[in-house]
């Protein structure tokens, strides 16, 4: 079963404009991570974020934890064309698992 | 540093035939490895992992087996393909603490 489930399911900006891409998931985690994918390429790994940790940077990236909401946000600011991807997050198990879940992610369309 | 490879890029089968995708890991030892299958424009379903050679475990009761003869080297097999084996495989390793997952550039395998 999903465990991260991302909203949009699409999004298309400005290049130049703020993209916001939101993921909710259902069970206690011990990590959240968000990847990115270009089309038809593997999934590179952009950001991991703690369960006691609330908000985490990287660059002009911006993420966000709320655990009682068992939700999550990436932020990407002033966006850029190549930014074009599928952006998804991902979950472990905080039981220790091997597992991580992955959503289905957010397709974010950057116009130039 | 770490790389990860998989092969065939493309596939293309017909129905009925075997299929073996291969995944070798470089730079590491003892990794996690896991394949994921991505049907179009949807996120990752796992499908197996291992976390030591010979040691498999599976996710969604189907047409696929995997193995790790090695260990840095995980196989996805079919005896027979269906129609609905055909998506994009993704092969992914962690490190043991099994967080960041790194990968592949995915194999594209079409059933006819």
């Known amino acids: 079963s999903q465990q991260g489930e991302e909203d949009p399911q699409a999004l298309s900006i400005q290049e130049g404009e703020n993209a916001t891409m939101n993921c909710s998931y259902k069970?206690?985690?011990?990590?959240l991570q968000w990847y990115r994918q270009n089309s038809g390429r593997g999934l590179v790994h952009l950001i991991l974020i703690r369960s006691n940790e609330r908000e985490k940077h990287s660059g002009r990236l911006r993420v966000t934890l709320d655990t009682s909401k068992k939700s999550s946000s990436l932020l990407i600011t002033a966006s850029r064309a190549a930014d074009t991807a599928s952006y998804f997050c991902a979950t472990d198990e905080e039981t220790g698992g091997f597992k991580t879940i992955f959503g289905a992610g957010t397709r974010l369309f950057v116009k130039a | 540093s770490q790389t990860i490879h998989q092969w065939p890029a493309t596939l293309v089968q017909p129905v009925g035939s075997p299929l073996s995708l291969e995944c070798t890991v470089e730079?590491?030892?003892?990794?996690?490895l896991y394949w994921y299958r991505q049907a179009a424009g949807r996120g990752l379903q796992l499908l197996f992992y291992?976390?030591?050679?010979?040691?498999i475990s599976s996710e969604v009761p189907q047409n696929l087996s995997a193995s790790r003869p090695q260990d840095r080297q995980f196989i996805l097999s079919s005896k027979k393909l269906l129609l609905s084996d055909s998506g994009f495989y993704l092969c992914?390793?962690?490190?043991?603490?099994?967080?960041?997952?790194?990968f592949g550039p995915g194999t594209r395998l079409l059933v006819l």
């Open positions: 291992s976390v030591g050679i010979g040691q």
């Open positions: 992914a390793w962690s490190g043991l603490v099994a967080e960041t997952q790194y």
């Open positions: 730079g590491t030892s003892n990794p996690n």
């Open positions: 069970t206690s985690i011990n990590n």
